[in-house]
């Protein structure tokens, strides 16, 4: 089935560095992958999406490349603010329109 | 657009009795619904989708006859947790898909606490 392997946490970085979180899928046919953000107590925002190979997702400075020949969409952004700290799951949505999530990893920005 | 509300945000009940929690799209007409489960720092687990006016799909491993999904209308899905344990106590998001699309929109979750 659907699958998708997220790097492990927790993160934490000084503002202003350059934050990457890894993300690998299994998947059969073309899914549509996302990166959603959940701040403490809330629920999840979408932050990008790409739905076909080779399509970048960007939002808030934060992109992430749909790359179908290593089956990843890894999340990056250069330069952090405290502001980003929270939990980054990596999602895929198949046929039926359901999510597999990444277990999430956890972001700390210190100032 | 695409706001999706949850309501109650956090609710205590005494083990036994049962919660209902809605799920509203309040600005478009939803085709599924999802509802997840998130235990304490892990990621969300896909309970059941529902679809208007047809019964609810559940997970391997859900009991249907304890998590009781309604999905009334084009805007609105319950999640009624019966007979409820503290082992119930989570996080519980809901989630809402328009037709032909693959997004889902999120609602900011239901904090249940069974004591």
Redesign the interface.
Same mark, same amino acid.
């Given at each position: 089935g659907d699958s998708v392997t997220q790097m492990e946490g927790p993160v934490t970085l000084s503002e202003e560095a350059f934050l990457t979180i890894n993300c690998t899928y299994t998947a059969t046919g073309y899914p549509?992958l %996302?990166w @959603?953000v959940q701040y403490p !107590? /809330?629920? =999840? +925002? =979408?932050l990008l999406?790409a739905?076909k190979a080779d399509d970048k997702g960007s939002n808030k400075g934060f992109e992430a490349t749909y790359r179908k020949e290593t089956t990843s969409f890894h999340l990056e952004k250069g330069s952090v603010q405290v502001s980003d700290s929270a939990v980054y %799951?990596c999602a895929l &949505?198949g046929s039926d329109?359901? =999510?597999s999530?990444?277990?999430?990893t956890?972001v700390t920005v210190r100032a | 657009g695409a706001v999706v509300s +949850?309501h109650p945000s956090r609710v205590i009940c005494k083990s036994g009795t049962s919660v209902k929690i809605e799920c509203r799209s309040l600005d478009f007409q939803a085709t599924?619904m %999802?509802w997840y489960r998130q235990f304490p720092? +892990?990621? =969300?687990m896909?309970m059941a989708?529902s679809n208007e006016g047809s019964k609810a799909t559940y997970e391997q491993g859900v009991e249907k006859d304890k998590f009781l999904i309604n999905h009334a209308s084009l805007t609105l899905s319950t999640l009624t947790v019966t007979s409820a344990h503290p082992e119930d106590s989570s996080f519980y998001?809901c &989630?809402a898909?328009i037709a032909s699309s @693959? /997004? +889902? @929109? %999120? !609602?900011? !979750?239901t904090?249940l606490t069974v004591t």
């Open positions: 549509s %996302f @959603y !107590g /809330e629920g =999840l +925002q =979408l999406k739905t %799951f &949505s329109y359901k =999510l999530f990444g277990a999430g956890t | +949850q599924t %999802f720092k +892990q990621s =969300l896909l989708t998001i &989630s898909r @693959y /997004e +889902q @929109y %999120f !609602g900011p !979750g904090r």
